[in-house]
């Protein structure tokens, strides 16, 4: 069984920065690509960026130059350092692992944490 928890969302004015944190945690062998997602009642879902265990990282194209995804293979935790935030990026942020464990390679998601910023 694989764990995903995130922590680190809040309210925050616009222009300012918050850090998101996702640990994966049990039976894990290894993860694969992590990423950041975001869903808002009007959008759906979205990706916000992934980071591959190599080490390449993808944007979506609204974050490009302001988020930062970051992973800690030893503590099988990803990051995401968002800053310049806009109203336009308040969501409910998820966390993804995609782990390998003795059932196989699953992608597992965390409960979410909300990120609100102000105008």
């Known amino acids: 069984q694989v764990q995903v928890v995130e922590s680190g969302g809040g309210l925050v004015q616009a222009g300012g920065s918050l850090r998101l944190s996702c640990v994966a945690s049990?039976?894990?062998?290894?993860?694969?690509?992590m990423g950041w997602y975001r869903q808002t009642p009007g959008r759906g879902r979205e990706l916000v960026a992934t980071i591959t265990r190599g080490g390449i990282s993808n944007y979506a194209d609204s974050v490009k130059g302001r988020f930062t995804i970051s992973r800690d293979d030893a503590k099988n935790m990803v990051r995401i350092q968002m800053d310049s935030l806009n109203p336009e990026d308040t969501a409910v942020y998820y966390c993804n692992a995609n782990a390998v464990s003795a059932i196989g390679l699953r992608s597992y998601w965390g409960q979410g944490t909300q990120v609100t910023v102000s105008s």
């Open positions: 049990g039976s894990i062998l290894r993860i694969e690509t």
